[in-house]
């Protein structure tokens, strides 16, 4: 006997879609940290006593309404076509982990029973499950968009240090399994047993009041960073240069600022390859030594190949020295598929050659490691969405970020959400590591983050300006960073592992069972559903 739907379908659809926008005001610009939760709950609900196909449906809606209101930026510059094929191919991950949840709520009350297993296991699988759907999210296809994770609307919560443990992956599984636990809790009506709520409570309490993993204080490094708000976008009209030439006039207030460590630029701020032309070459050694030789890091576009054929193009931050020129680099490690390159070209501009014939340069993925050694101490590095690949940031926690340097250029995306979502996620970075954030963007939204997540120094969007900032450096290695890839590799394999278990038992059960079991319900002793 199968669970009734708690939701018939003339609820349960526009329940799906309102589910979708509610998520969605969790995270920033409207940023209720504590919608996220209504937002999954309303998600997991319509899922409950669906048919298979039903499963994928109210998933699909959900996730459809969510992702065209979330990114709703890719739709700036290049009109409908981009936002559309995004929201609504991403949608059908979410409708696969609908399908799935859908069968944890059908298999596991049938297979296995009891209170317990419905208060604790079940909401486990369901968590496990939704976090699944953000790897598969994370990393497929063409390395994935790992944007919109349900971590990321705690970057302001109470919720947000447990980042520190478990990473962001572990923070979702954590939201999801509190949300799940509670609507288990009022389904079975355990209202006179409130020992039946101990999970959730432990759980929930243990995720705020734990502190953040505490990393070692290891003196300070003073950042000078530069937003000049120059014409950095896709499509801005601009002469040869003139990134460069704002970046300049916005540098020239700090020039003599005393004891400055290092000075950053963000990404797309030298829109001539330095290292290619001898002109901008002098006038970085010219800024670098009026900053008593400081080492400074900028971003350009760098070639490698001789032929014409033979080109390849990275987006490439520097270290530059006076005299010395690019004495380090680093290559941004995740391009982003359509927008940065063109995967399968030849396929997709089946579809919409005019939309792919835009993008005529492809850049190459980088291989270096993403660390800069800036002599008073160790940067970890990011260029842009690097910064939402959990590899990038615990690879360069590893080889020894004493505090990140973040270059973004969000020319593009002026006046929407797109560069506080990602500041959101820059925030979640600082406490992850345990480190400080310096977050410099061409155009804003530009802060210094500390690491616990705090602002400590900004710039307003759409203006230039410079900060000069005492960054606190520390060391040590939170359990975020140490376990690493170990935390999603477990919740793939256990909740996968356990939904196919959970399949096999109620399968099981159902050929042994006789009539009256089946009345009983689908976990003997428990209704099906309240």
């Known amino acids: 006997m199968n669970a009734r739907p708690l939701l018939p379908w003339w609820a349960a659809v526009p329940t799906a879609v309102l589910a979708g926008f509610v998520y969605d005001w969790a995270f920033p610009d409207v940023g209720i940290w504590p919608l996220a939760f209504v937002g999954i709950a309303l998600a997991l609900l319509v899922q409950v006593g669906r048919s298979a196909w039903g499963g994928l449906l109210v998933g699909y809606l959900f996730g459809a309404t969510f992702y065209l209101?979330?990114?709703?930026?890719?739709?700036?510059?290049?009109g409908p076509v981009p936002w559309l094929a995004l929201s609504l191919f991403e949608a059908l991950f979410v409708a696969v982990g609908g399908l799935a949840i859908t069968l944890a709520y059908r298999w596991l009350p049938r297979g296995v029973g009891g209170r317990w297993m419905r208060l604790v296991a079940l909401p486990a699988l369901v968590a496990g499950l939704w976090t699944t759907r953000e790897i598969a999210i994370g990393t497929i296809p063409y390395g994935g968009f790992p944007w919109a994770r349900a971590a990321h609307s705690q970057a302001l919560s109470p919720f947000a240090e447990t980042v520190s443990w478990v990473g962001q992956l572990g923070l979702s599984f954590v939201m999801v399994f509190i949300t799940a636990a509670v609507i288990e809790w009022v389904r079975l009506a355990r209202w006179r047993d409130l020992r039946t709520l101990l999970p959730v409570v432990v759980v929930t309490v243990v995720a705020v009041v734990l502190p953040a993993?505490?990393?070692?204080?290891a003196g300070e490094l003073r950042v000078a960073s530069v937003q000049g708000n120059g014409p950095a976008g896709y499509f801005d009209e601009r002469e040869r240069g003139e990134v460069l030439e704002s970046q300049v006039e916005a540098t020239v207030p700090i020039l003599d600022e005393e004891g400055v460590d290092v000075l950053l630029w963000p990404e797309g701020s030298v829109d001539i390859d330095p290292t290619r032309d001898e002109a901008t070459a002098r006038l970085l050694d010219s800024i670098a030594?009026?900053?008593?030789?400081?080492?400074?890091v900028v971003n350009t576009v760098t070639v490698e190949g001789t032929q014409e054929d033979d080109l390849r193009f990275f987006n490439t931050s520097l270290l530059w020295r006076a005299g010395e020129g690019a004495v380090d680099r680093y290559s941004k490690r995740h391009p982003v598929p359509f927008g940065e390159y063109i995967p399968d070209r030849d396929f997709y501009m089946?579809?919409?050659?005019?939309?792919?014939?835009l993008v005529q340069r492809g850049y190459s993925p980088g291989t270096e490691t993403p660390v800069f050694d800036l002599g008073d101490a160790i940067a970890g590095l990011a260029i842009c969405f690097d910064v939402i690949y959990d590899d990038v940031i615990w690879e360069g926690a590893r080889d020894g970020a004493e505090l990140y340097l973040f270059q973004t250029n969000n020319a593009d995306f002026r006046g929407t959400d797109e560069n506080l979502q990602q500041l959101a996620i820059a925030r979640l970075r600082a406490i992850e590591t345990g480190r400080s954030v310096v977050n410099i963007s061409t155009v804003g939204t530009s802060q210094v983050m500390l690491a616990d997540g705090s602002t400590i120094d900004s710039l307003p969007a759409d203006e230039p300006g410079a900060m000069v900032t005492d960054v606190p450096l520390r060391t040590g290695a939170t359990p975020a960073v140490v376990l690493g890839e170990w935390v999603p590799a477990m919740i793939l394999v256990l909740s996968l592992g356990g939904?196919?278990?959970?399949?096999?038992?109620?399968?099981?059960?159902a050929r042994r069972a006789t009539p009256d079991d089946e009345d009983a319900g689908p976990s003997g002793d428990e209704p099906a559903s309240v």
Do not use: C, K, M, N
Request: charged share 25%; proline share 7%; glycine share 2%.
């Open 69 to 78: 209101v979330h990114v709703d930026w890719t739709s700036r510059y290049l």
């Open 213 to 217: 993993w505490p990393t070692q204080a």
């Open 289 to 296: 030594e009026r900053l008593d030789d400081a080492p400074f």
């Open 350 to 357: 089946l579809f919409a050659p005019d939309l792919i014939s």
């Open 499 to 509: 939904l196919v278990a959970a399949g096999v038992l109620a399968r099981r059960r």
